[in-house]
């Protein structure tokens, strides 16, 4: 096994890590090719806000209404956009941004609106585990000789292969800043590849004896994890190597880290990556929270768009920012510090590049924010919109592992076609 | 990178004897005082310490007699159930194996597919503590096992394997993960309690009818009784009905939940009346979560409606897959009648489904696929052999290891996984043994025989826990290796993350070396080598992989550097982690 990798290639690989000097020497040339050639496949980062964000003290802001919120609404850089104080840098890329005012998703409690939101399926219909949008990019966009996984997830747990398999299932990185763990060996280089000749000899043996397929994906999987631990394109996984002026742009913190090594990620080929930032679920201390919340979003994910931009991939990647629902449009009265309640009736998302029309809104909530009055969009709809914006044709159908087909998303969907 | 490992544990150590030195005395005389005061103080809170240890002590020791007590008590009731079991005239399995093997070589001959030889007594060894008790067997065992002339020594194996109190351990991690769903809606309901009723009652023979009435009957807390936990789990009469239809009768009702099923002909109104006899059951209490303390529990009442049941279900009378409406008094509880319609001999689908299973998990393939998905569509490979098992097993009064030592007593079951030429793409008429995947819970436990402990918790959950996820190192282990449902037991599930992980956690990377020291330490390179297969593969090395390893050998600083390595890349290789 590993023929793939010969010895010398391994050697010559870590030299190279070792010798590498900074990684415009090899991120440079592949971000060129990448602007270069206009059919590049898709790639998509979902920002996951878990817990659930306020609508109304974000992107759906109803200034001067009784429950309106604490903050003020700023000006963009499209005319007639206004979105909350606490994110002045990303109001100055509105134009590559579409607003989606009219999510209403049905689903009120975290867990089973989380499934939702990432599978497009209700949790548990049809006796069934769905693939996450992380999973289906992977099988749809995935290349299955890429030496990275095709779905990473940062931060926290997110939602797996389900009947895809574990060929789909992402690979989770805890904290960005630490990388995939146990991604380096704990041996010396030489002593490692010697150990890796050494499996090899008994794999193939096993192999020969038994002929079984368990056997021979055994041996598959641990050449693609040893080809990953070797692969120049793992460095994307150490933000070491970026350069500090770029990582300040960014800022600090988890998830700032996280977008970072999102960016990272894609440029190299990655077609998913999730990025979590937890704490929305604000039922108190609603204002001061989401301002801070707030703060933690608005410079890594401009920064990001702005990478993006810059490096001629924004076109090519989806950036979207959600959460399992939004919150509800009256204060509660929890105590002197009140929050918002689960709101799953009437929310926002936003989507940027990808190839969408930005600088829009799209659908509208009444003056409370408690309902949706025009162009609503549902789960269906939302999970065909993305599809479509990454090339995935959502009426595709996928075996489950009992054989019966289940299309990408259910029947019923329709995308956002103002997007397209 | 090892050497500075091995030097920060013994710092770690060094630090706990620094910290057992004596405090230096002081000069000066106010601080004289103060310091007698505080030695005085220490002294006390020393002595107060002593007692209290002394307390502790005379309970540890009244604990541990207890303790020993208890599991004499039990042991005497082991004894005493295995004696009556004796009496009673336990059924036996040899005309059942012995049809087994008629069978399956029977359609051999017909399919003009020849039949691989029987394993060897290494690869029998592995496959059998694997199947049973869900680990690999320690050198020792292996060792002693192998050079063994007694012929019976398989057939006692397999006795003192089923005898074991791992055999219920194993069937536990078995059936936990099949009865307690996925959901995030359950999150506040345990699975130790399951867990441990599961084990005990699989231990106690406890007959297959008999464990399944229990569990679709419980009622109370998981801490009266744990097969609660099932229903506790499930949440819902639909769930349920999914869940025990598929588990123990072998049939997918599922899809006729929505609609009329599609291959069948199952009435969507079928499904809702097997649903009616969990309608009246309640879950008082918070299955989300436990942040108020009280523990959910399970009852029958007829007052008010269930909670959470899907847009599509229908209010029908109670009515029996494919059977009677049966008459039902007003306060009368509907779940033993289901269990006493279902958990019989005369149900056609109870006995067959358990045979199917036990027989997929121990061949690796069932007699009819996917196992738990049985209609008529779906025809068996040996569906005489099939109706046999399920008879036999039922007239056994549904003894679960007469049907194991029945199946694991057969050539069938004790072919090599090798094939032959003529039979190498066969994958269900069992012309040799179909090669498994370990369980999240065998790689565990397996890994852990050969390697020792790992650091962290490895205590069992506390009764009251309320933190929610996997506790222990092992459910940690377990949730990261996860295959997910509907995986099937021959495939080589794990991923990248999982193969980085098993090469790179120091637990394989770095302890390997020092448990290859340990157990080498003071043997012939030859003999050193042996102890390492038989430790890992549960055989001893060909000639050709000692010649091998000895080039390997010749190639490192050391001879035990090199045991290191090759005890990382055996417990890294398919032939470790495949069941063979």
Request: a positive charge; glycine letters at 8%.
């Amino acid at each position: 096994m590993f023929e793939s990798l010969s010895r010398r290639d391994m050697l010559r690989y870590s030299s190279l890590s070792l010798l590498a000097p900074s990684l415009s020497g090899w991120f440079g040339p592949l971000a060129a090719r990448a602007s270069e050639t206009k059919a590049k496949s898709k790639s998509c980062i979902l920002l996951w806000m878990d817990g659930g964000p306020s609508h109304k003290d974000t992107f759906d802001m109803k200034p001067g209404t009784k429950d309106g919120g604490e903050y003020k609404p700023i000006d963009t850089n499209v005319p007639g956009i206004q979105i909350s104080e606490h994110f002045p840098k990303l109001a100055g890329l509105m134009n590559h941004a579409a607003i989606l005012r009219g999510m209403s998703t049905g689903e009120g409690a975290h867990g089973r609106a989380k499934v939702y939101l990432h599978t497009g399926y209700k949790e548990g219909v049809g006796g069934l585990v769905y693939p996450s949008l992380g999973a289906i990019a992977s099988k749809e966009l995935g290349k299955a000789d890429f030496p990275l996984p095709n779905f990473v997830t940062v931060g926290n747990r997110s939602y797996g292969a389900g009947f895809l398999g574990p060929k789909h299932q992402p690979i989770s990185v805890a904290d960005a800043a630490r990388g995939v763990e146990s991604l380096k060996a704990l041996v010396g280089d030489g002593q490692f590849d010697r150990r890796v000749g050494l499996l090899e000899e008994m794999e193939t043996g096993f192999h020969k004896q038994t002929g079984a397929s368990s056997a021979n994906d055994h041996r598959t999987t641990y050449q693609r994890a040893v080809r990953l631990m070797q692969s120049k394109e793992a460095q994307a996984f150490d933000l070491s190597r970026e350069p500090a002026a770029n990582r300040t742009k960014y800022g600090t913190g988890k998830f700032a880290d996280g977008c970072l090594l999102a960016r990272r990620l894609v440029e190299v080929g990655v077609p998913f990556v999730e990025v979590n930032l937890g704490g929305w679920d604000t039922h108190q201390n609603n204002f001061e929270r989401v301002k801070q919340l707030s703060g933690q979003v608005d410079s890594p994910m401009s920064a990001l768009i702005t990478d993006l931009k810059e490096r001629g991939l924004l076109d090519s990647t989806l950036v979207v920012w959600m959460g399992e629902f939004g919150r509800t449009p009256k204060i509660n009265t929890r105590g002197d510090k009140p929050g918002r309640d689960h709101y799953p009736k009437a929310w926002s998302s936003v989507l940027v590049g990808g190839g969408i029309k930005g600088g829009q809104v799209i659908g509208k909530t009444d003056t409370e924010g408690a309902a949706v009055i025009e162009r609503p969009i549902n789960v269906l709809d939302f999970m065909a919109t993305v599809c479509k914006a990454l090339g995935i044709d959502s009426n595709k159908q996928n075996e489950s592992s009992i054989g019966r087909p289940i299309r990408i998303v259910d029947k019923g969907a329709n995308a956002v076609k103002e997007l397209f | 990178m090892i050497r500075a490992l091995t030097l920060s544990v013994m710092l770690v150590a060094a630090g706990g004897l620094f910290a057992a030195d004596p405090p230096k005395p002081k000069v000066d005389a106010a601080k004289k005082a103060k310091r007698e005061a505080r030695l005085k103080a220490q002294a006390d809170a020393k002595a107060k310490e002593e007692a209290a240890a002394k307390v502790n002590a005379e309970a540890e020791t009244k604990a541990r007699s207890e303790a020993a007590a208890k599991e004499k008590d039990l042991a005497a009731a082991r004894a005493k159930s295995a004696a009556e079991r004796k009496a009673k005239n336990p059924p036996d399995h040899r005309s059942l194996t012995k049809k087994i093997d008629i069978a399956i070589y029977q359609k051999l001959v017909d399919e003009k597919i020849p039949a691989s030889p029987r394993a060897d007594d290494d690869e029998f060894l592995r496959r059998v503590y694997l199947d049973l008790i869900g680990v690999v067997p320690p050198a020792d065992k292996a060792e002693a096992f192998l050079d063994n002339k007694d012929a019976q020594k398989r057939a006692k194996l397999i006795d003192e394997l089923l005898d074991s109190q791992n055999f219920g351990r194993h069937m536990a991690d078995i059936w936990d993960n099949l009865l307690f769903q996925r959901v995030t809606d359950n999150r506040a309901i345990q699975r130790e309690p399951l867990t441990t009723w599961l084990q005990d009652k699989f231990n106690a023979d406890i007959s297959w009818d008999s464990m399944v009435t229990q569990l679709l009957t419980a009622n109370g807390s998981q801490e009266d009784n744990g097969a609660t936990t099932y229903f506790l789990a499930s949440l819902t009469a639909d769930k349920m009905v999914d869940s025990a239809t598929r588990l123990f009768m072998g049939v997918k009702m599922e899809c006729a939940q929505c609609h009329n099923h599609p291959f069948t002909g199952w009435k969507q109104n079928e499904y809702w009346g097997m649903a009616a006899f969990f309608m009246n059951v309640r879950i008082q209490g918070n299955t989300k979560n436990n942040k108020n303390g009280g523990m959910p529990e399970v009852m029958e009442t007829s007052r008010g409606k269930q909670k959470n049941l899907p847009e599509s279900a229908k209010n029908v009378p109670a009515k029996f897959f494919q059977g009677t409406e049966p008459k039902i008094g007003g306060a009368e509880s509907r779940r033993p009648l289901f269990a006493k319609w279902l958990a019989t001999p005369e149900n056609k689908f109870f006995s067959r489904a358990f045979a199917n299973r036990v027989w997929g998990q121990l061949f690796g393939a069932g007699i009819v696929n996917p196992i738990d998905d049985m209609h008529e569509e779906r025809t068996p490979s040996h569906p005489e052999l099939l109706a046999e098992l399920a008879k036999q097993f039922a007239t056994s009064g549904f003894d679960v290891k007469f049907l194991f030592r029945a199946l694991c007593n057969s050539e069938a079951y004790q072919r090599t996984s090798r094939p032959i030429a003529g039979n190498e793409q066969d994958a269900t008429l069992f012309s040799h043994m179909y090669v498994k995947s370990f369980t999240p819970e065998q790689l565990y436990d397996s890994l852990t025989t050969v390697l020792g402990p790992v650091a962290g918790n490895n205590k069992e959950r506390m009764k009251d826990n309320t933190k929610r996820g996997p506790v222990t190192v092992r459910d940690q282990f377990v949730a990261f290796f996860d295959p997910g449902e509907g995986t099937k037991i021959t495939d080589y599930d794990a991923g990248i993350p999982q193969a980085l992980r098993l090469m790179n956690h120091p637990f394989t990377a770095t302890k390997s070396v020092a448990v290859a020291r340990a157990v080498t330490r003071g043997l012939p390179v030859e003999s050193a080598l042996e102890k390492l297969y038989l430790a890992t593969l549960s055989r001893r090395p060909t000639a050709e992989e000692v010649s091998k390893r000895l080039a390997y050998i010749g190639k490192c600083t050391t001879p035990e550097e090199a045991y290191g390595d090759i005890l990382w890349a055996l417990v890294n290789c398919s032939e470790f982690t495949l069941n063979h």
